[in-house]
Nanobody, 124 residues
Framework: QVQLVESGGGLVQAGGPLRLSCAAS????????MGWFRQAPGKEREFVAG????????FYADSVKGRFTISRDNAKNTMYLQMNSLESEDTAVYYC????WGSGSVSLSAYESWGQGTQVTVSS
């Protein structure tokens, strides 16, 4: 099973950028489709962005499309989420997730492995 560790969260002003990283270890990273999810206080965990095993296909929630960019570096066993034009509604704990041999999914249940999360707080 793969182990996932998120980093890069913090406090940022509205309109600013932030980049999250997800470092993977334990199994061949390129075997996993990957995703970013987030959970705001009092709300359910929701899909943010996903990427295929090769990185050739990416997909996004409507709420972040055009502002966030997901990418991965299989040589470094790392996935990224570049977040621009942040809004207060983006405040949440962000989680990375891995789906072994998956093709990429927006569904939480498709992902077997999860990181512990990193807090992103956007101040207005």
């Amino acid at each position: 099973q793969v182990q996932l560790v998120e980093s890069g969260g913090g406090l940022v002003q509205a309109g600013g950028p932030l980049r999250l990283s997800c470092a993977a270890s334990g199994r061949t990273f390129s075997s996993y489709a990957m995703g970013w999810f987030r959970q705001a206080p009092g709300k359910e965990r929701e899909f943010v962005a996903g990427i295929s095993r090769s990185g050739g296909r990416t997909f996004y929630a409507d709420s972040v499309k055009g502002r966030f960019t997901i990418s991965r570096d299989n040589a470094k066993n790392t996935m990224y989420l570049q977040m621009n034009s942040l809004e207060s509604e983006d405040t949440a704990v962000y989680y990375c997730a891995a789906d072994l041999w998956g093709s990429g999914s927006v569904s939480l249940s498709a992902y077997e492995s999860w990181g512990q999360g990193t807090q992103v707080t956007v101040s207005s």
